[in-house]
């Protein structure tokens, strides 16, 4: 299993930018899909945005499609996410989720993440 920490949240502007990090130990990291999840307090944790373990494929929630950008560098076994004209409904604890064995082609909006980090909170004002 993966070990997982993010990093990068904080205070933001509406507007403004931020750029989470995940990183992950373990060797096998390049063969792990990687996804960011957001949750808000009395809601259920929603999908942001995934990678699959190649790089190659990306996925996106509606919300955040054209504004938040997923990569990966399975080099340095972190996975980013760059967030750009944030508004203060993205304010929620983001969270970063690993899984092994999924097929480069899945559609990772439908696949069940086993590894999760702790979050890091991500606040919007207007």
């Known amino acids: 299993q993966v070990q997982l920490v993010e990093s990068g949240g904080g205070l933001v502007q509406a507007g403004g930018s931020l750029r989470l990090s995940c990183a992950a130990s373990?060797?096998?990291?390049?063969?792990?899909?990687m996804g960011w999840f957001r949750q808000t307090p009395g809601k259920e944790r929603e999908f942001v945005a995934a990678?699959?373990?190649?790089?190659?494929?990306?996925y996106y929630a509606d919300s955040v499609k054209g504004r938040f950008t997923i990569s990966r560098d399975n080099a340095k076994n972190t996975v980013s996410l760059q967030m750009n004209s944030l508004k203060p409904e993205d304010t929620a604890v983001y969270y970063c989720?690993?899984?092994?064995?999924?097929?480069?082609?899945?559609?990772?909006?439908?696949?069940?993440?086993?590894?999760w980090g702790q979050g890091t909170q991500v606040t919007v004002s207007s």
């Open positions: 989720a690993a899984e092994g064995g999924v097929n480069d082609y899945a559609d990772l909006r439908l696949t069940t993440f086993g590894s």
């Open positions: 990678i699959s373990w190649s790089g190659g494929r990306t």
């Open positions: 373990g060797r096998t990291f390049s063969r792990y899909s």
